[in-house]
Protein backbone atom coordinates (compact mmCIF):
# COMPACT_ATOMS: atom_id res chain seq x y z
CA UNK A 1 0.00 0.00 0.00
CA UNK A 2 1.57 3.32 -1.02
CA UNK A 3 2.20 5.81 2.37
CA UNK A 4 0.57 8.73 0.51
CA UNK A 5 -2.94 8.53 -1.25
CA UNK A 6 -4.19 10.84 -3.23
CA UNK A 7 -7.82 11.23 -4.71
CA UNK A 8 -10.40 13.76 -6.16
CA UNK A 9 -9.30 14.04 -9.76
CA UNK A 10 -11.21 13.99 -12.44
CA UNK A 11 -12.10 15.69 -16.07
CA UNK A 12 -14.11 18.96 -15.78
CA UNK A 13 -14.81 22.24 -17.74
CA UNK A 14 -12.49 25.26 -17.27
CA UNK A 15 -13.91 27.24 -14.67
CA UNK A 16 -14.89 24.27 -12.51
CA UNK A 17 -13.82 23.40 -9.19
CA UNK A 18 -12.39 20.55 -7.66
CA UNK A 19 -10.29 19.68 -4.26
CA UNK A 20 -7.61 16.92 -4.01
CA UNK A 21 -6.97 15.19 -1.04
CA UNK A 22 -3.81 13.04 0.07
CA UNK A 23 -4.49 11.06 3.05
CA UNK A 24 -0.80 9.82 4.65
CA UNK A 25 -1.82 6.07 5.60
CA UNK A 26 1.04 5.61 7.97
CA UNK A 27 0.10 7.63 10.42
CA UNK A 28 3.74 10.47 10.52
CA UNK A 29 1.83 13.61 8.95
CA UNK A 30 1.46 15.85 11.45
CA UNK A 31 5.17 16.83 11.74
CA UNK A 32 5.96 16.70 8.06
CA UNK A 33 5.94 19.62 5.57
CA UNK A 34 3.18 19.25 2.82
CA UNK A 35 3.17 19.62 -1.08
CA UNK A 36 1.25 19.31 -3.76
CA UNK A 37 3.20 19.30 -7.38
CA UNK A 38 1.93 18.96 -11.09
CA UNK A 39 3.22 17.14 -13.89
CA UNK A 40 2.47 16.64 -18.00
CA UNK A 41 4.15 14.86 -20.33
CA UNK A 42 7.44 15.61 -21.31
CA UNK A 43 7.72 18.34 -19.05
CA UNK A 44 9.60 18.30 -15.29
CA UNK A 45 7.66 18.30 -12.14
CA UNK A 46 6.05 21.59 -11.24
CA UNK A 47 5.55 22.96 -7.34
CA UNK A 48 2.02 23.61 -6.86
CA UNK A 49 2.05 24.85 -3.35
CA UNK A 50 3.07 23.83 -0.03
CA UNK A 51 2.33 23.99 3.59
CA UNK A 52 4.69 23.39 6.81
CA UNK A 53 3.79 20.67 9.68
CA UNK A 54 2.22 23.20 11.67
CA UNK A 55 -0.11 24.83 9.05
CA UNK A 56 1.62 28.31 9.68
CA UNK A 57 3.73 28.74 6.56
CA UNK A 58 2.23 28.32 2.89
CA UNK A 59 3.78 29.15 -0.29
CA UNK A 60 2.10 28.66 -3.84
CA UNK A 61 3.24 29.12 -7.16
CA UNK A 62 2.73 32.69 -8.47
CA UNK A 63 1.09 31.74 -11.52
CA UNK A 64 -1.69 29.82 -9.02
CA UNK A 65 -2.11 32.53 -6.11
CA UNK A 66 -6.09 33.10 -6.04
CA UNK A 67 -7.40 30.04 -7.59
CA UNK A 68 -5.38 27.19 -5.48
CA UNK A 69 -5.63 26.93 -1.77
CA UNK A 70 -3.67 24.52 0.16
CA UNK A 71 -4.98 23.14 3.69
CA UNK A 72 -3.81 20.37 6.07
CA UNK A 73 -6.41 18.38 8.87
CA UNK A 74 -3.54 16.70 11.02
CA UNK A 75 -6.09 15.00 12.69
CA UNK A 76 -7.08 13.48 9.62
CA UNK A 77 -3.56 12.66 8.28
CA UNK A 78 -4.84 14.66 5.14
CA UNK A 79 -3.59 17.36 3.42
CA UNK A 80 -6.01 19.21 0.73
CA UNK A 81 -5.73 21.40 -2.71
CA UNK A 82 -8.64 22.99 -3.52
CA UNK A 83 -8.29 24.17 -7.09
CA UNK A 84 -10.80 26.72 -8.60
CA UNK A 85 -11.34 28.62 -11.97
CA UNK A 86 -9.52 25.89 -13.13
CA UNK A 87 -7.99 26.49 -16.56
CA UNK A 88 -7.03 24.08 -19.27
CA UNK A 89 -3.33 24.66 -18.97
CA UNK A 90 -4.44 23.21 -15.16
CA UNK A 91 -4.31 19.78 -17.06
CA UNK A 92 -1.70 17.38 -15.51
CA UNK A 93 -1.12 14.40 -12.78
CA UNK A 94 -1.15 16.16 -9.63
CA UNK A 95 0.82 14.65 -6.67
CA UNK A 96 1.03 15.23 -3.22
CA UNK A 97 4.50 14.67 -1.61
CA UNK A 98 5.95 14.51 2.14
CA UNK A 99 8.88 16.53 3.23
CA UNK A 100 11.96 14.90 4.38
CA UNK A 101 13.10 17.27 7.24
CA UNK A 102 11.35 16.94 10.23
CA UNK A 103 8.95 20.04 11.62
CA UNK A 104 11.01 22.64 8.73
CA UNK A 105 10.71 26.13 9.63
CA UNK A 106 9.97 27.18 6.14
CA UNK A 107 8.45 25.21 3.21
CA UNK A 108 10.81 23.96 0.32
CA UNK A 109 9.49 24.29 -3.27
CA UNK A 110 12.03 21.68 -4.95
CA UNK A 111 11.05 18.06 -5.12
CA UNK A 112 14.14 17.00 -4.33
CA UNK A 113 13.10 17.94 -0.46
CA UNK A 114 10.29 15.58 -0.74
CA UNK A 115 10.73 12.02 0.02
CA UNK A 116 7.58 10.17 0.49
CA UNK A 117 5.38 10.67 -2.96
CA UNK A 118 1.38 9.45 -3.91
CA UNK A 119 0.55 7.59 -7.12
CA UNK A 120 -0.61 11.04 -8.69
CA UNK A 121 -3.87 11.76 -9.62
CA UNK A 122 -5.85 13.24 -13.21
CA UNK A 123 -6.87 16.43 -13.29
CA UNK A 124 -8.15 17.18 -16.94
CA UNK A 125 -9.80 20.70 -17.58
CA UNK A 126 -11.44 20.85 -20.80
CA UNK A 127 -12.01 24.27 -22.74
Known amino acids: QERLVESGGGSVQAGASLRLSCADT????????MGWFRQTPGKEREFVAAISWSGGHIDYADSLKGRFTISRDNAKNTAYLQMNSLKSEDTAVYYCAQDVSYRRAVVSISPRDYGYWGRGTQVTVSS
Open 26 to 33: ERTFSGYA
